[in-house]
């Protein structure tokens, strides 16, 4: 049966607390994304959210993981945080024009991530996607949005998203409402609800849950007992990404690599 690839990261890869529990005792700062990189299958880069960064650090990040990995990246907040989502063409342009490219085969779906305060306006959203760029400078682009205001969980958003070609991600989060209809050509989850008492921030039998789901996802079909609000998309295989971010941040990379392990089973 034809299936897409399943990848499974965390949230970045310079965060102190990780020394020593995820990189070895004493290994260089400097080799983090490197070690990160031979672990892990993807990595979602919140820096970006922040600040631009330079063509030559994508370059420099796409040398340091081997062949297969993927970079995701978070759009820039002044993209995604304005009033009006028609007006921010300047901005995606920006983004997408900072370099990104240079990530070469390494470079994944771009996350637009809008705060829980923005409510679904259909015109304005709608106006907001028709702005996401195809391609830069001859490199296919691929999106995903994560909403997270309960506006959103309606059929009409999932089907501006599906004609647009965009992922919805679906968040498990006990702080936002969340949505698990298909609408693009992969699949975005972010687990968010990881917590300190389990080493792998999720239960076992949570990350099996997870693997059943990404199993499923990638083979194009959709996991029972999640929120769906449109009917369901076509079975087409998926490529499939999963983050262990937020929560308990301290045990993302041990979740990620169980859950990795599990998929690969």
Not at 115 to 128: E, H, R
């Amino acid at each position: 049966m034809t299936t897409g690839e399943i990848r499974i990261g965390i949230g970045g890869w310079t965060y102190a607390p990780w020394r020593g529990v995820f990189f070895p005792d004493k290994w260089p700062i400097k080799r983090e994304l490197e070690y990160a990189g031979s672990k892990l299958t993807a990595i979602e880069v919140n820096g970006t959210y922040y600040s631009s960064q330079k063509p030559a650090t994508f370059a420099a990040w796409a040398k340091a993981v081997p062949d297969g990995f993927v970079f995701t990246l978070k759009a820039s907040r002044f993209c995604t945080n304005r009033k009006v989502l028609a007006e921010a063409g300047e901005s995606i342009a920006r983004f997408t024009g900072q370099g990104i490219v240079e990530l070469g085969d390494r470079l994944g779906p771009i996350l637009w991530q809008f705060m829980a305060t923005k409510k679904f306006d259909p015109d304005d959203f709608g106006a907001f996607l028709k702005l996401l760029p195809a391609s830069q400078d001859g490199v296919a682009l691929r999106h995903a949005v994560q909403v997270r205001h309960e506006s959103f969980c309606v059929p009409e958003f999932v089907a501006l998203a599906r004609a647009a070609g965009v992922a919805i991600v679906y968040a498990d989060s006990a702080d936002y409402p969340a949505l698990a209809d298909v609408s693009g050509d992969f699949v975005y989850a972010r687990l968010e609800a990881a917590v300190e008492d389990e080493p792998a921030g999720y239960a076992p039998a949570a990350l099996d849950r997870w693997a059943g789901a990404a199993r499923i996802w990638a083979h194009g079909g959709a996991p029972e007992g999640f929120p769906y609000v449109a009917v369901p998309a076509p079975v087409t295989p998926c490529e499939t990404f999963v983050f262990f971010i937020n929560g308990a941040k301290v045990r993302a990379p041990a979740g990620a690599m169980a859950l990795i392990e599990r998929v690969r089973a």
